[in-house]
């Protein structure tokens, strides 16, 4: 019942029909003066991406002066970010970096963002190669074709990419480097902490059972998004966006959207769940001092739920 919910709340019927793959981009270029216009917003979880992150999460921090609040030590200027919105079949992968219009305006950044359905999560590998690529062409030129051009290649050779076949077998991350990581700090006391996090504050997102069978404990339904900031744990950007993703995915409900970011090669990720808003995006550009890792969090951890994740740890190779 509680996935039938879930599905209802952040399923969404692409109204636009249109391809399986595609790739938009918006945000701010010289070759515009103002916000460019939209570019292959051509399906609803395009639509979904600039609205939820660009307009209502930065610009809505923007307008409240929520970073300029900030001290300068606790602020992480301009934008330099790689993001995985994963949904159930479909993913969303994209990059954002600091841009300007033609007037010179720098509060906003420019992305490309692919979305793709019903396409397995490890085509982002290659994926991502064709949005840098484009990255580079756009942040190269200041005609207005130029990036128009650059973002049409980039969406048939991502739609090239997502019809290839594959193979169908269910995949299973391997997160033993995830967790073995030092990162999580001495005797997985920082996955504990990790752990704690989420389950007290993303119990209506948890799946009916946990990794060992036990009946998860949800007294009320309470879907407000939620965000956890966590170390990176993995060098590669993307495969840190992955394996912390694929982490999460073991943890919650099928339908519930994962967005998991990572600034440049900094050495934390920002993971949001539920639908995002203003608050949420507030970790775009607050250093750790202004969002510390849960796993520096001094959180008092229950014996029962130390042993289960240790014994979760143990089954995925982490000894």
Same mark, same amino acid.
């Given at each position: 019942?509680?996935?039938?919910?879930?599905?209802?709340?952040?399923?969404?019927?692409?109204?636009?029909?249109?391809?399986?793959?595609?790739?938009?981009?918006?945000?701010?270029?010289?070759?515009?003066?103002?916000?460019?216009?939209?570019?292959?917003?051509?399906? *609803?979880?395009?639509?979904?991406?600039?609205?939820?992150?660009?307009?209502?999460?930065?610009?809505?921090?923007?307008?409240?002066?929520?970073?300029?609040?900030?001290? @300068?030590?606790?602020?992480?200027?301009? $934008?330099? /970010?790689? !993001?995985?919105?994963? $949904? *159930?079949?479909?993913?969303?992968?994209?990059?954002?970096?600091?841009?300007?219009?033609?007037?010179?305006?720098?509060?906003?950044?420019?992305?490309?963002?692919?979305?793709?359905? /019903?396409?397995?999560? *490890? +085509?982002?590998?290659?994926? =991502?190669?064709? %949005?840098?690529?484009?990255?580079?062409?756009?942040?190269?030129?200041?005609?207005?074709?130029?990036?128009?051009?650059? !973002?049409?290649?980039?969406?048939?050779? $991502?739609?090239?990419?997502?019809?290839?076949? &594959?193979?169908?077998?269910? /995949?299973?991350?391997?997160?033993?480097?995830?967790?073995?990581?030092?990162?999580?700090?001495?005797?997985?006391?920082?996955?504990?902490? #990790?752990?704690?996090?989420?389950?007290?504050?993303?119990?209506?997102?948890?799946?009916?059972?946990?990794?060992?069978?036990?009946?998860?404990?949800?007294?009320?339904?309470? !879907?407000?998004? @939620?965000?956890?900031?966590?170390?990176?744990?993995?060098?590669?950007?993307?495969?840190?966006?992955?394996?912390?993703?694929?982490?999460?995915?073991?943890?919650?409900?099928? +339908?519930?959207?994962?967005? #998991?970011?990572?600034?440049?090669?900094?050495?934390?990720?920002? =993971?949001?769940?539920?639908?995002?808003?203003?608050?949420? $995006?507030?970790?775009?550009?607050?250093?750790?001092?202004?969002?510390?890792?849960?796993?520096?969090?001094?959180?008092? %951890?229950?014996?029962?739920?130390?042993?289960?994740?240790? &014994?979760?740890?143990?089954?995925?190779?982490? /000894?």
């Amino acid at each position: 019942m509680r996935k039938g919910l879930l599905g209802r709340i952040f399923g969404m019927a692409d109204a636009r029909g249109g391809e399986s793959a595609s790739v938009g981009a918006f945000g701010k270029h010289p070759a515009w003066n103002d916000h460019i216009e939209d570019i292959g917003l051509d399906s *609803e979880r395009l639509v979904l991406a600039k609205r939820s992150i660009y307009i209502e999460g930065i610009g809505g921090n923007i307008d409240s002066g929520a970073w300029d609040g900030l001290e @300068q030590s606790a602020r992480v200027d301009g $934008f330099d /970010h790689t !993001l995985l919105w994963s $949904f *159930e079949n479909e993913w969303l992968l994209g990059r954002m970096w600091s841009s300007s219009d033609g007037k010179g305006r720098t509060k906003y950044p420019m992305s490309i963002v692919a979305h793709a359905r /019903h396409v397995p999560v *490890e +085509a982002a590998t290659d994926a =991502i190669a064709i %949005i840098e690529n484009a990255e580079a062409k756009c942040k190269a030129t200041s005609d207005r074709q130029a990036v128009i051009d650059a !973002l049409g290649a980039a969406r048939a050779a $991502f739609r090239e990419l997502a019809a290839k076949d &594959r193979d169908e077998a269910p /995949h299973r991350a391997d997160l033993s480097p995830l967790i073995t990581s030092s990162d999580l700090g001495p005797e997985l006391v920082g996955l504990e902490r #990790v752990f704690y996090q989420i389950h007290r504050d993303m119990s209506a997102y948890l799946k009916g059972t946990d990794a060992e069978g036990t009946t998860s404990r949800i007294k009320s339904v309470d !879907l407000r998004p @939620q965000h956890i900031r966590v170390p990176a744990c993995i060098e590669g950007t993307l495969p840190s966006l992955l394996a912390w993703r694929d982490l999460l995915g073991e943890l919650l409900d099928a +339908a519930c959207p994962i967005l #998991v970011i990572r600034r440049g090669a900094s050495q934390w990720i920002d =993971i949001i769940i539920g639908a995002p808003g203003v608050a949420q $995006f507030f970790c775009l550009r607050a250093g750790t001092s202004a969002v510390p890792p849960a796993t520096v969090v001094p959180y008092t %951890i229950d014996p029962e739920l130390s042993g289960r994740v240790r &014994r979760w740890a143990a089954d995925r190779g982490a /000894h």
